[in-house]
């Protein structure tokens, strides 16, 4: 039973794990879309709240956040994955905050130059190394599951074979107790036979005497 209580724990692990690593993509793939509002819209001062909330603090799903549960959990080689996702998502968040800077300063074909020739790549080494480590991730949480799975199944067997055990016992139990209760019940019966056939005649015996 322990090993499944550590199976499961360790499969409840990798899914947290995973959903950690998938967040600080998703926090990435936001600092980009708000890029390209700013090339499309222009790049008013709320947008610094928006970015702020991809990469710095929003009630847990922010880059940092995600990254720094991602690494309080990391497990195997995870954690040299972790750093390099991390830098090559620095060199995301330095390529929008050009971009971002560009269009305030009125530049659009040089902020549209450089979403195309750096941020873009950015983001895209950062999504090879953050896709590798997801994948480690998915591997622990599949092999806990399947340890998970296997050690319920070796309970189950090993209930079955106990309640097979009992069952047996039970049966041998009854077949001597029943055993005994024939042999005592035989016994009654052949005293009772006894009384009818000559006690009862020696009494009658008497009597008549």
Not at 47 to 72: K, T, V
Not at 118 to 133: H, I, K
Not at 191 to 199: K, Q, V
Request: glycine share 6%.
């Amino acid at each position: 039973m322990d090993t499944l209580a550590d199976r499961t724990a360790d499969a409840k692990h990798g899914a947290v794990l995973d959903e950690q690593i998938m967040s600080m993509e998703i926090a990435a793939r936001e600092a980009l879309a708000i890029e390209a509002d700013a090339l499309l819209y222009g790049a008013p001062a709320t947008l610094d709240d928006r970015l702020a909330a991809a990469w710095e603090r929003n009630d847990g799903d922010a880059f940092a956040e995600s990254l720094a549960e991602a690494q309080r959990l990391a497990v195997l080689d995870m954690p040299a994955g972790l750093r390099e996702s991390a830098a090559a998502a620095e060199t995301l968040q330095a390529s929008v905050a050009r971009t971002v800077e560009l269009v305030r300063a009125g530049d659009l074909d040089a902020a549209r130059a450089n979403h195309r020739d750096a941020s873009l790549p950015a983001f895209d080494a950062f999504a090879e190394r953050n896709q590798a480590v997801e994948a480690d991730s998915e591997t622990f949480s599949e092999a806990a599951s399947v340890g998970a799975t296997a050690a319920a199944h070796s309970g189950e067997r090993t209930v079955l074979l106990a309640t097979l055990f009992a069952l047996v016992l039970a049966a041998v139990c009854a077949t001597a107790i029943t055993r005994g209760v024939t042999r005592g019940v035989r016994t009654i019966l052949d005293r009772l036979a006894s009384l009818r056939d000559h006690d009862t005649a020696d009494l009658a015996g008497g009597l008549a005497a």
